[in-house]
């Protein structure tokens, strides 16, 4: 069964920046489309980042664009979102997944992005 842990998050100053760290196991990420998620207090689960299988090929939400920044290392299995020039409007709960999910899939716990001065 797939699992996904996050860490890495934490509290930052306006223009600092965080790294992310999704763990995963049960399969192998270089084999699906890995995303970050966010989700912010009484707001929906939002798709952040996003990287292709096979190309590579990453894909961001318009907010982000040129400040996040996705990756993965298939050796360790790990998928990465480092975050630079954080905004207090990115304060989150983020989450990584993968596509396609499949129904046994379960969120992680997450890890908390809080930025304010």
């Known amino acids: 069964q797939a699992q996904f842990v996050e860490s890495g998050g934490g509290l930052a100053q306006p223009g600092g920046s965080l790294r992310l760290s999704c763990a995963a196991s049960?399969?192998?990420?270089?084999?699906?489309?890995m995303n970050w998620y966010r989700q912010a207090p009484a707001k929906e689960r939002e798709l952040v980042a996003t990287i292709a299988s096979l190309t590579g090929r990453v894909d961001y939400e318009t907010s982000v664009k040129g400040r996040f920044t996705i990756s993965r290392d298939n050796i360790k299995n790990m998928v990465y979102l480092q975050m630079n020039s954080l905004k207090p409007e990115d304060t989150a709960m983020y989450y990584c997944?993968?596509?396609?999910?499949?129904?046994?899939?379960?969120w992680g716990q997450g890890t908390q992005v809080t930025v304010s001065s």
């Open positions: 997944m993968r596509s396609p999910q499949s129904t046994s899939d379960y």
């Open positions: 049960g399969f192998t990420v270089s084999r699906y489309a």
